[in-house]
């Protein structure tokens, strides 16, 4: 099993050149995180340290005169650093000065290192300083004393194993940003939208059940990368009904559907399909955003509706024929879209102690509205006092994918009753 050494260094001088090491700790873990031994020490340089260091660190000549010099402890160092990964922050300078020291000892020192400033600068773009502090900060990972070997070593096994889960060296185990725990413990698990906003651009999640979705979507993995790193907000919108967050979420996305499939029928009888552009007059059977999709829709369609090549012996066989393949077509049709009859979809969960209801009829329009009662058919609709709205390309997407999740689901969020003609 790989093992990590978690190793910060003090050092006596700001330049490279002058610098000895006057502290030295390190924490070994196993993958998983688990300690496994670790060793902190003092150590008396040759030359006196700098008043910046004394400073910065807190460590004086004094202190580190009667400590053991580099040489006294370099064997029990290089027994228990063997075999480890050696991990630091910025180990350009840490692990090279853990190097240089076995060196003028003629001690070999061949343990490969990582370091969590590069890959912290490669998974979290765009931060303004990605210092120790400032990446725990960013991470909202506790710290101790800043600038003291052990407690350094202690923040840097914490801010590698966050770096593991975004670059997908963890898999099993389920982690958050705290910040970001605060938002999923109050979320309600019932359908409605999530808008993750950045910098320059929003992401709108439209889900049956936000708090399982917002703990998907904000998890410490390689998938969440960009989200975790770059979210500034979110907002959480919570609906009664799946119906009623697809709604808000075809207002809020704003979908553009250019191209479409509608249906015409022929002086035969013969229902023909066509793709063109959008027209906000003509009633569609579906929206796409692209030729090619809506033209590979259609093919689909087409081709697995069976056609029946035959000499026609008169009329009544050019009827028939037609009558099958129109059949045929017809129930590819249903597969592709639900908005072939009218729908009442009733919420699983009640507002104000009132069921929400959403009437769909057909493709051409729909209302909402609350009611006590639980209505089962289209004999207890007052439609003169239900408000319709025409169904334009958005709502007409939203109603079908919703309403296709709902035949679908296992678990009910939305009750849909078939109500025939009204």
């Given at each position: 099993?790989?093992?990590?050494?978690?190793?910060?260094?003090?050092?006596?001088?700001?330049?490279?050149?002058?610098?000895?090491?006057?502290?030295?700790?390190?924490?070994i873990q196993d993958?998983?995180?688990?300690?496994?031994?670790?060793?902190?020490?003092?150590?008396?340089?040759?030359?006196?340290?700098?008043?910046?260091?004394?400073?910065?660190?807190?460590?004086?000549?004094?202190?580190?005169?009667?400590?053991?010099?580099?040489?006294?402890?370099?064997?029990?160092?290089?027994?228990?650093?063997?075999?480890?990964?050696?991990?630091?922050?910025?180990?350009?300078?840490?692990?090279?000065?853990?190097?240089?020291?076995?060196?003028?000892?003629?001690?070999?020192?061949?343990?490969?290192?990582?370091?969590?400033?590069?890959?912290?600068?490669?998974?979290?773009?765009?931060?303004?300083?990605?210092s120790l502090k400032?990446?725990?900060?960013?991470?909202?990972?506790?710290?101790?004393?800043?600038?003291?070997?052990?407690?350094?070593?202690?923040?840097?096994?914490?801010?590698?194993?966050?770096?593991?889960?975004?670059?997908?060296?963890?898999?099993?185990?389920?982690?958050?940003?705290?910040?970001?725990?605060?938002?999923?413990?109050?979320?309600?698990?019932?359908?409605?939208?999530?808008?993750?906003?950045?910098?320059?651009?929003?992401?709108?999640?439209?889900?049956?059940?936000?708090?399982?979705?917002?703990?998907?979507?904000?998890?410490?993995?390689?998938?969440?990368?960009?989200?975790?790193?770059?979210?500034?907000?979110?907002?959480?919108?919570?609906?009664?009904?799946?119906?009623?967050?697809?709604?808000?979420?075809?207002?809020?996305?704003?979908?553009?559907?250019?191209?479409?499939?509608?249906?015409?029928?022929?002086?035969?009888?013969?229902?023909?399909?066509?793709?063109?552009?959008?027209?906000?007059?003509?009633?569609?059977?579906?929206?796409?955003?692209?030729?090619?999709?809506?033209?590979?829709?259609?093919?689909?369609?087409?081709?697995?509706?069976?056609?029946?090549?035959?000499?026609?012996?008169d009329s009544s066989?050019?009827?028939?024929?037609?009558?099958?393949?129109?059949?045929?077509?017809?129930?590819?049709?249903?597969?592709?879209?639900?908005?072939?009859?009218?729908?009442?979809?009733?919420?699983?969960?009640?507002?104000?102690?009132?069921?929400?209801?959403?009437?769909?009829?057909?493709?051409?329009?729909?209302?909402?509205?609350?009611?006590?009662?639980?209505?089962?058919?289209?004999?207890?609709?007052?439609?003169?006092?239900?408000?319709?709205?025409?169904?334009?390309?958005?709502?007409?997407?939203?109603?079908?994918?919703?309403?296709?999740?709902?035949?679908?689901?296992?678990?009910?969020?939305?009750?849909?009753?078939?109500?025939?003609?009204?």
């Amino acid at each position: 099993m790989k093992r990590f050494a978690y190793l910060d260094i003090e050092a006596s001088h700001t330049n490279w050149t002058d610098s000895e090491i006057i502290e030295v700790a390190f924490i070994i873990q196993d993958e998983r995180g688990n300690d496994l031994d670790y060793f902190q020490s003092l150590i008396k340089p040759e030359r006196p340290i700098e008043k910046e260091i004394t400073q910065l660190t807190g460590i004086t000549n004094k202190m580190v005169s009667k400590a053991p010099e580099f040489h006294e402890v370099a064997q029990i160092i290089a027994e228990k650093l063997s075999g480890c990964l050696i991990v630091a922050h910025k180990a350009e300078f840490d692990y090279e000065l853990l190097k240089k020291s076995f060196t003028t000892l003629n001690m070999p020192f061949k343990e490969k290192s990582r370091c969590t400033l590069k890959l912290s600068q490669q998974l979290i773009p765009e931060l303004k300083s990605y210092s120790l502090k400032s990446l725990c900060e960013f991470l909202q990972i506790p710290q101790q004393r800043n600038h003291r070997a052990y407690d350094d070593a202690l923040s840097l096994s914490k801010l590698h194993s966050y770096l593991r889960l975004i670059n997908g060296e963890l898999t099993e185990e389920k982690k958050f940003l705290a910040r970001h725990q605060k938002i999923i413990r109050k979320t309600p698990k019932r359908p409605g939208v999530i808008i993750f906003k950045y910098e320059n651009n929003q992401e709108i999640v439209k889900t049956d059940n936000l708090g399982n979705k917002l703990c998907e979507l904000l998890e410490l993995n390689s998938l969440n990368r960009k989200r975790i790193t770059q979210l500034k907000t979110i907002k959480v919108i919570s609906a009664t009904s799946l119906i009623e967050a697809g709604l808000i979420h075809s207002k809020l996305a704003k979908p553009i559907y250019p191209y479409c499939i509608y249906q015409v029928t022929n002086k035969e009888g013969k229902i023909i399909l066509r793709v063109a552009k959008t027209d906000l007059k003509k009633k569609a059977l579906y929206y796409t955003k692209t030729r090619s999709e809506a033209n590979k829709l259609l093919k689909n369609l087409i081709g697995t509706s069976k056609r029946v090549k035959f000499a026609y012996q008169d009329s009544s066989d050019l009827k028939n024929e037609i009558i099958k393949e129109n059949i045929a077509l017809s129930k590819q049709i249903k597969k592709l879209t639900r908005l072939q009859t009218n729908y009442l979809v009733r919420s699983v969960f009640k507002e104000n102690g009132r069921y929400q209801y959403t009437l769909i009829r057909s493709n051409k329009s729909y209302a909402t509205f609350e009611s006590d009662d639980i209505i089962a058919s289209s004999k207890n609709l007052d439609k003169a006092e239900l408000r319709f709205f025409p169904m334009g390309p958005r709502e007409y997407m939203s109603f079908n994918h919703s309403l296709n999740w709902i035949k679908n689901q296992k678990q009910k969020t939305d009750f849909l009753i078939d109500v025939g003609h009204i």
